[in-house]
């Protein structure tokens, strides 16, 4: 019995705990509101881009946002960062890699090319053959490159950023309605734990 006692305890001991560290996610501090109204069903964006250093870092942030939130969770290219010829040509081919479905083996290709081998992608031929190294054919990357789905997806993919008025990556915004704040995690010594926990705070709060 008594055994049973400590166990119940422990148990509420967690519960409690938990609940401490949901309600301590302040608004101002951990993240800000940006939308009046959430979306319907839960949705995590990653504005990114493959030019920029702290993008490159935070891939282990996406693989755990991905293993929780599943088809939930959506990576849009910024066109506004890296050389100023392929701010369009880079979304139109992270669509690309989208419509092929070789986006999660193109994405550490691409972001180990220019931040490992410090060899930046100038033009469409650059990216062209990092998806020849997943095995795409020069004529199907062209084919989806240049098709009215990619160009569908490019276009989304800009309007969202202005929409949420993005001006740096990695910007993460959940629910359409909040903007994740890594500014609020500064003395963090999990931050990638306690950043997910947040996510999965913010995506539950209008539920």
């Not at 160009?151 to 359409?176: C, H, L």
Request: some cysteine.
């Amino acid at each position: 019995m008594k055994k049973l006692w400590l166990a119940m305890i422990a148990v509420a001991t967690l519960g409690l705990t938990l609940s401490a560290n949901a309600t301590d996610f302040r608004e101002g501090v951990h993240y800000d509101v940006v939308a009046d109204q959430a979306t319907d069903e839960v949705e995590i964006i990653d504005f990114f881009s493959f030019y920029c250093g702290s993008c490159y870092q935070f891939q282990p942030f996406g693989d755990m946002l991905k293993d929780e939130f599943g088809d939930s969770f959506k990576k849009y290219h910024v066109n506004f960062i890296g050389p100023r010829n392929m701010g369009d040509v880079t979304i139109r081919a992270w669509a690309a890699a989208n419509i092929l479905g070789v986006a999660d083996e193109v994405s550490p290709l691409i972001f180990r090319k220019h931040f490992q081998q410090r060899n930046i992608s100038s033009s469409v031929d650059d990216l062209a053959e990092v998806f020849a190294a997943v095995g795409v054919e020069r004529d199907d990357f062209d084919r989806a490159y240049n098709s009215f789905p990619a160009r569908s997806q490019a276009n989304r993919m800009r309007r969202e950023a202005e929409n949420f008025n993005v001006s740096g990556t990695p910007t993460f915004i959940v629910n359409g309605r909040y903007r994740m704040n890594p500014q609020g995690f500064r003395d963090s010594d999990d931050f990638f734990g306690e950043y997910l926990a947040l996510a999965k705070f913010l995506a539950n709060k209008d539920s």
